[in-house]
């Protein structure tokens, strides 16, 4: 959010690039390099009157009217003053929402106490701090837990999905290869020097992530959805008979039962259709390579450090 008020950008646009907000969930990394000159000269040419220039307003490139800080200052380039943060990209940004999205399948295939149950079993390990809580007792995830999940989540989600059903199978080791994936992408930009391999090892990591992480999409739920779930929820109530008195008991069981699996497939069908991952967290990841080829290791520009 530093950057949205010192760049004078709009909260879901990426300071460096013109992504546009519903591209930010793929993994495209081709975009125009934000130049804050041109878009003075873009403003300029709308306020004389300019037709050219009448289709390229501030919405259509995710900025606000006016100059930012930076405006006019030699030998500056804005768009490169935004540099990757692993402590809020990655710790306290997309593996806080692989926390969620982990709760979320795990509650699915009913296997969530199994989780809790590996996590209380980890044992001590020179550089780990073994977890006092257990994983739904975490009320706030802070830097060093994040970190800390990082370096055994995928080992305990692999004993977590341990033998599974016939049905369960595809989707166990989708969710694996999924965390697998975002894990060793953390654990490679963490290098202290790269090589064009270690780079190309990055860039197949995130694609991997981005090819499987539609099986996410139905545990990607906000407060809104919930909000409209629910009342759709009341509307089918609502539309049903009140009275059902000369039902038979096990008819109205019957009946209830469909019911609720209406509710179910319809809740689903809603959260499909508006679920997605156009935020400015998932985007955030694309960018890590060019920075290193360009500035160095990532770490030096940590958040972590005074």
């Keep these: 959010m530093e950057k949205v008020a010192l760049h004078r950008i709009q909260s879901n ?26 878009y003075q000269h873009y403003d300029y040419q709308n306020s004389i009157g300019e037709t050219d220039y009448a289709d390229i ?21 804005p768009s490169d003053l935004h540099k990757p943060d692993m402590l809020h990209t990655v710790s306290l940004g997309l593996f806080k929402h692989m926390v969620d999205w982990i709760q979320g399948f795990l509650k699915k295939h009913r296997r969530l106490e199994a989780f809790d149950k590996v996590w209380n079993a980890l044992p001590p390990y ?25 370096r055994c989540a995928l080992g305990i989600q692999a004993v977590t999905l341990r033998q599974p059903g016939s049905a369960q199978l595809i989707a166990f080791k989708r969710a694996l290869r999924r965390v697998r994936a975002l894990v060793n992408f953390n654990m490679m930009a963490q290098y202290r020097s790269h090589t064009a391999e270690t780079i190309t090892y990055m860039e197949d990591y995130l694609d ?10 139905e545990f990607q739920v906000t407060k809104r959805k919930c909000v409209k779930i629910d009342e759709q929820r009341r509307e089918l109530r609502d539309d049903r008979p009140k009275t059902r008195d000369s039902i038979a008991p096990a008819k109205r069981r019957q009946i209830r039962d469909a019911e609720r699996e209406e509710e179910t497939e319809q809740g689903m069908d809603l959260i499909f259709c ?15 390579w060019d920075r290193i080829r360009q500035f160095g290791n990532i770490e030096m520009y940590s958040t972590e450090f005074g």
């Excluded at 307003?57 to 800080?69: H, K, W």
């Excluded at 020179?126 to 990082?150: D, H, I, S």
């Excluded at 991997?208 to 999409?217: N, Y």
């Design 13 to 38: 646009v990426f300071p460096r690039c013109e992504v546009p907000a519903i591209e930010l969930g793929t993994n495209m990394k081709v975009y125009p390099v934000r130049d804050y000159t041109i």
């Design 57 to 77: 307003t501030p919405e259509s490139l995710g900025i606000r009217v006016g100059q930012n800080v930076f405006y006019g200052l030699n030998r500056v380039s």
């Design 126 to 150: 020179p550089g780990f701090l073994v977890p006092k809580k257990a994983y739904r007792e975490v009320t706030q995830w802070e830097g060093k837990e994040m970190r800390n999940l990082g």
């Design 208 to 217: 991997t992530f981005h090819k499987i992480k539609d099986i996410l999409l």
């Design 274 to 288: 508006e679920s997605h991952f156009n935020f400015i967290k998932m985007h955030l990841l694309s960018p890590f």
